[in-house]
């Protein structure tokens, strides 16, 4: 019988092409998965490598490394009277289960810098605990995406975690290849999804469950009231991301568009249905037949515009920020269109670029919004959702 040493989850960040926020109060959004992802590794100690037993998790992007003894886990858990722990049964973090986790989360001293990592460590334990239960373990973090920046890190990390902590489980229907990313069957990705919702739960107060399902299942999607849409994307989108490194936390982005909506609600009203309108217009172009450049070209221009309204929107929804304007007007005086991307408030900039237009034109921009103090990349958009890997001892 083989033991598992090692199991891994892998989940991409996204693009959200339109439609965030309103998504949120029920409009259509449209959103991409992105080359980047974000991979967890579970390292399962022997009795004679941890003989007390911990739990250890490394979040390499922050330097953070937290350690807990097992057993006082265990007594954190204690007051609770019944704590299932099923990887099948998936629940939400109960008042009581966040009071248990706060006391674990609170006793830790963070560094000022990585304040907002507290709600990241708190949904890992949630999940941990519940899917594995009180194990010993080591787990490592790290992920090619910038974190707080609305390319959906928060999403990523939840769904990696799910992945990996359920295969770890043995919940997964699996064809385990040693070694190798393992695409997952459409029941498995769902309960990775179901998982990773409840943890993003505990990182955006209320999210509308897009992040983390294209996290989940790739590619591109159309999403409204938690219906998911697989959108075929045959058409050539070309984006530049710019991150604007202004830091921002898109709970409170969330909470501030709620509130805005309860003061004005009929004026509000009136823009989420203009955004859900914008999103269907995308995902109808977006799956349109082209034939030629001509007609790229020509599909590219309503996109742009589309871009352009849904930006208009985003900003009477109070989701915008200077440095988000400067590279708006950057971009537009390349006669380029662009949009911020996810929470807002700071965070990442979309900037559409048709494919006619030259790379060294691409290029002239990216220098014109470096000079800037940004920072500009091109990712691969619409790849594969969650993975994970395995590597087993024999016993
Ligand atoms: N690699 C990681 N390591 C540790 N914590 C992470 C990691 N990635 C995300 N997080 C958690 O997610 C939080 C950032 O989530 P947040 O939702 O604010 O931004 P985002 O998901 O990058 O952007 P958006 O939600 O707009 O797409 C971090 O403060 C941290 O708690
Ligand atoms: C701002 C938001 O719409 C997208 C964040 O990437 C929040 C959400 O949908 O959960
Ligand atoms: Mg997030």
Known sequence: MDNIKEVAGRAPGKLILCGEHAVVHGSTALAASLGLYTQVRIQTPTAETDPDGHLTIDLRDLNVLLQWPIQRIEAAFKPLEEFVVDPLCVKSCSSDIMQCIASLVNEEDFPEAVFGVSTGVSAFLFLYISIVGFKSATVIVSSDLPLGSGLGSSAAFCVAVSGALLALSGALDLDALQGSWLSLKQNNREIVNKWAFEGEKIIHGRPSGIDNTVSAYGNMVKFKSGHLTHIEHIFPIRMLITNTKVGRNTKALVAGVAERASRHPKAMSAVFDAVNAISEEMADIIQAPFSDDASISAQEGKLEELMEMNQGLLQCMGVCHPAIKAVLQTTSRFKLYSKLTGAGGGGCVLTLLPKLLSSKM??????????????????????????????????
Request: glycine share 12%; net charge negative.
């Open 362 to 395: 691409i290029e002239k921009v990216k220098v014109d919004l470096e000079s800037q103090g940004f920072q500009c990349f091109l990712a691969t958009i619409g790849g594969e959702g969650v993975q994970v890997s395995f590597q087993c001892t024999s016993a």
